[in-house]
């Protein structure tokens, strides 16, 4: 069974850009998580989908947001890229629908740097 | 507000040693807590789990994890570390609705050949 793809792997934008990255879960599993990790704030909740409806979001400003298709696939869009948006964005998937679990299937992530 | 703390950032053991890294937690009723491991330039992988009952849960690779009421702990120790478990070690509980993680701040396990 493939695990959780994320695309672009790498990427470098400069500030006031706009950036899209994508996440594939694993097959059947419906709930999709996005974390972001940096050396200073450590690993951040950004939201959570669930059957194409956020069920969770973090503290983070509204230039953060995402959606999640029906295949599950989940995107994540972040506006305006500041300097201190660089920083290793991670997704997870779930298999259980009723949440609550915290068994999560982490891709690799996306690395962005802005400049 | 509910916090997962790790204090200690960086450890180092010899290959063959026991390890346990720290965890302590503040929340108000009966957490669901994690460990995960982060290899280098990967995603996380989740060790094991704790919900309810026993208090000694195993997981993966080895390791093992006593949850602690009294000490608002939960421990993960592993009684012969291998070259191959240098990592960055999380600690997690699930703080809301779903599946949403608050995460500590890692322990970096450096061990020595």
């Known amino acids: 069974k493939a695990g959780v793809t994320q695309t672009p792997r790498y990427l470098i934008k400069t500030r006031g850009q706009q950036v899209t990255l994508s996440c594939s879960p694993i097959?059947?599993?419906?709930?999709v998580s996005w974390y972001q990790q940096t050396p200073g704030q450590g690993l951040q909740f950004l939201f959570e989908?669930?059957?194409?409806?956020?069920?969770n979001k973090g503290n983070f400003p509204g230039r953060f947001s995402g959606r999640q298709f029906s295949n599950s696939r989940s995107e994540m869009n972040v506006s305006t890229l500041e300097l201190g948006d660089s920083a290793l964005y991670l997704c997870?998937?779930?298999?259980?629908?009723?949440?609550?679990?915290?068994?999560?299937?982490f891709g690799e992530g996306s690395r962005l740097t802005v400049l | 507000a509910q916090s997962v703390t790790q204090p200690d950032i960086h450890i180092t053991v010899s290959e063959g040693a026991s390890l346990e890294l720290r965890c302590n937690y503040s929340?108000?009723?009966?957490?669901?807590l994690f460990w995960y491991v982060q290899s280098p330039g990967q995603g996380l992988q989740l060790l094991l789990k704790y919900f309810s009952g026993d208090t000694l849960v195993q997981g993966i690779k080895g390791f093992e994890a006593e949850f602690k009421r009294s000490q608002s702990s939960f421990n993960l120790r592993k009684p012969s570390v291998h070259w191959s478990d240098a990592a960055e070690y999380f600690c997690?509980?699930?703080?809301?609705?779903?599946?949403?993680?608050?995460f500590g701040t890692g322990t970096q396990l450096k061990v020595e050949l």
């Open positions: 929340y108000g009723a009966t957490p669901y």
């Open positions: 997690a509980a699930l703080t809301g609705g779903g599946n949403k993680l608050t």
């Open positions: 989908y669930f059957s194409e409806t956020q069920r």
């Open positions: 097959s059947g599993h419906r709930s």
């Open positions: 997870a998937s779930s298999s259980d629908p009723s949440g609550n679990t915290g068994e999560l299937f």
